[in-house]
Nanobody, 114 residues
Framework: QVQPVESGGGLVQAGGSLRLSCAVSGTRIDSMGWGRQAPGEQRDLVAYLTSGGSIWYADSVKGRFTISRDSAKNTLYLQMNSLKPEDTAVYYC??????????WGQGTQVTVSS
């Protein structure tokens, strides 16, 4: 089974930037993205893209986060700019967003200090 592996989380001050990476090996994935879960909250998708080029962002991150994919490296990225304390969460790479069944990685912690 394809298992995503995230990296790139860390601690950053408000207004700063981080880039998350997700390495995906195995078969081609048509839709993949990023989700997050803050303490005491449910998991939510924040962005995804499809092999056809469609991209979706949650309103809360639109204009600040950019999702991209390097097919040659089988890697998915999430560039996060203008980070806010409310962006603090565990971030997960998510496969099969549109087709299911969704597969979530182990996650990487992002902490934004005020």
């Amino acid at each position: 089974q394809v298992q995503p592996v995230e990296s790139g989380g860390g601690l950053v001050q408000a207004g700063g930037s981080l880039r998350l990476s997700c390495a995906v090996s195995g078969t081609r994935i048509d839709s993949m993205g990023w989700g997050r879960q803050a303490p005491g909250e449910q998991r939510d998708l924040v962005a995804y893209l499809t092999s056809g080029g469609s991209i979706w962002y949650a309103d809360s991150v639109k204009g600040r986060f950019t999702i991209s994919r390097d097919s040659a490296k089988n890697t998915l990225y999430l560039q996060m700019n203008s980070l806010k304390p409310e962006d603090t969460a565990v971030y997960y790479c998510v496969l099969n967003v549109l087709t299911g069944p969704e597969r979530w990685g182990q996650g990487t912690q992002v902490t934004v200090s005020s």
